[in-house]
Structures are given as structure tokens and as C-alpha cells.
């Protein structure tokens, strides 16, 4: 357990804050089923449509929420939260993923956790955070998904491993974790899950940590450890794996600050894992 805090209590992200366009940042309509039936009591759920900021949770994390903008306080929603950079607060890092608009348009809901100093303690109360989301708005309990960059993307990979962790997600997205072989294999692997790990080639922070973190959920996915040519977004698929946990490994150029900003290929990961 002192090795993975040597590794995550160093992963820092340093990254100007590059323009983003505005409109990415706005939650956007979407287009319910017509047929679709109610899956939560009316005024069971009590969550604002739109933009709410400044949640706290009974064990102390604290996020931001998006809806879509026409919200269906009856309609099952799956979620995303998305796992804060060190020194990132919510609305930086909702700036440099820039996932609102995509995922609110595709019928997500999207939480973003404001970064925490990491510990084994902070990872426990950001793990509350699944939990006091669906307390307050209409989720399928059985489509949560995590991400993160930096510290988010450890936070993602702790999350869904660490046997202390009882919000387990349905599928993960972690970027730029600072997470490689020798810190994985001290842990048991989760059960079968879909898992896309992103990580930049010019990434001299933790150079070469992607794909070793790639090669350790394939294995515990029960794939073969060959990979696909990659595809025009940079990802390989791993062969053999069953349908219920296919695992991919997605690079692209960038350094270790950078989002891969591969949005629609994460969104479309998400849709499909479930």
C-alpha cells in the first residue's frame, strides 16, 4: 500500500490553461427516447437541470454537475464523473477536458470532482461522490463511468481496484495515470470491466506508463496481449477479449499536461460499455 501513495503522491500536473471554445463548456439538449418510461418517481429527485456548482458531500469531496439542458427528472441518466489534475480545481478541469457539451448532448450527466491532496483518505471520500450524485438526480445505477488526466486518471484506476472501493464503475477512462507495471501488479485484479487507457507519446513524466497500465487491465480483462494496428484516432484494440470488458490503448502526440482530446472516441466508449 506505501508503494502505489509513492507513485500518486507525485503525479502534479502543470498546464497553462489553454482557449477553449465557450460553447463546449455548455450543457446541451438532448434527444430523449420517445418511447422511453419514467425510471425514477416524480419529485423523487430533486437535482437542478443545467449547471450546479459547489455540491458537497457528507464525507467532505465536492464537485461540480452538468444535466442536459432539458433535463428529464424521470429519465435514468448515466453518469460520468470526471477525476480532477493535481492542483486542478472543478472548473479548471472541466475547462481542460471540455467533455460537457459531448456528453450532455449524447444523455450523460457529468460531475466534476475538485482535486483533493492525495491519500488513501481523500481517494475514499471522492469515491462518495457516484453515490451523492444519484441521491439527487435520476441515474442508471448500472452506467457509471470514471475519468480523469493526471491524478484523475490514478484516482480512476484506484477506484475501480483498491479492494477498500465499493463505488465500482461500469467501464474507465484514466489519462496520463501515474500508474505503471510494478505499482499494478500489487494489486488483485477487479472483476471484467471495459477499460480505454489514453496516454500522450511525449508524456516524460511517466514515459512509457500508458501502455504498461494497458497490457495489466488487459490481462486482468482476460484478452490476448496482442493489440490491433491502431486506428485513425490512435487507439488499439487488445484481441480476444470478451465482449463485457474489450480494453483498448489509445495514444496520441502530447505531453504529460495534455488532455488527449480525443472527446467523441471516450463519449462513444461510454455509450457503448454498459
Not at 77 to 103: C, D, F, N, W
Amino acid at each position: 500500500m506505501r508503494y502505489i501513495l509513492s507513485i500518486i503522491l507525485t503525479t502534479f500536473l502543470v498546464a497553462c490553461e489553454a482557449p477553449v471554445d465557450p460553447a463546449l463548456l455548455k450543457p446541451a439538449a438532448f434527444k430523449y427516447p420517445i418511447s422511453s418510461t419514467s425510471n425514477c418517481a416524480a419529485q423523487s429527485k430533486m437535482g437542478n437541470a443545467g449547471l450546479t456548482d459547489g455540491i458537497k458531500t457528507g464525507s467532505g469531496a465536492s464537485y461540480n454537475l452538468r444535466t442536459p439542458a432539458n433535463y428529464k427528472a424521470t429519465y435514468a441518466h448515466p453518469l460520468i464523473v470526471v477525476y480532477a489534475p493535481a492542483g486542478t480545481s472543478a472548473r479548471k478541469s472541466e475547462r481542460h477536458v471540455h467533455l460537457t457539451q459531448e456528453a450532455t448532448e449524447a444523455g450523460f450527466i457529468i460531475a466534476y470532482a475538485n482535486k483533493m491532496r492525495m491519500s488513501l483518505s481523500a481517494i475514499e471520500k471522492l469515491s462518495g461522490i457516484p453515490a451523492d450524485v444519484q441521491n439527487k438526480w435520476c441515474i442508471d445505477a448500472s452506467r457509471i463511468y470514471y475519468t480523469g488526466h493526471s491524478d484523475g486518471g490514478t484516482i480512476t484506476n484506484a477506484l475501480t481496484f483498491l479492494p477498500s472501493s465499493t463505488a465500482k464503475p461500469t467501464a474507465i477512462a484514466p489519462s496520463a495515470a501515474g500508474m505503471d507495471e510494478e505499482s499494478l501488479k500489487q494489486y488483485d485484479c477487479p472483476a471484467p470491466l471495459p477499460v480505454m487507457v489514453f496516454h500522450n507519446s511525449d508524456d516524460s513524466h511517466f514515459e512509457g506508463f500508458g501502455k504498461q497500465a494497458a497490457d495489466w487491465w488487459a490481462n486482468c480483462n482476460q484478452c490476448d496481449n496482442a493489440v490491433s494496428e491502431p486506428d485513425k484516432q490512435g487507439c488499439h484494440a487488445y484481441k480476444q477479449c470478451p465482449q463485457s470488458s474489450q480494453t483498448y490503448y489509445c495514444e496520441g502526440s502530447g505531453s504529460h499536461a495534455d488532455w488527449p482530446n480525443k472527446n467523441s472516441v471516450l463519449i462513444d466508449f461510454f455509450s457503448n460499455s454498459y
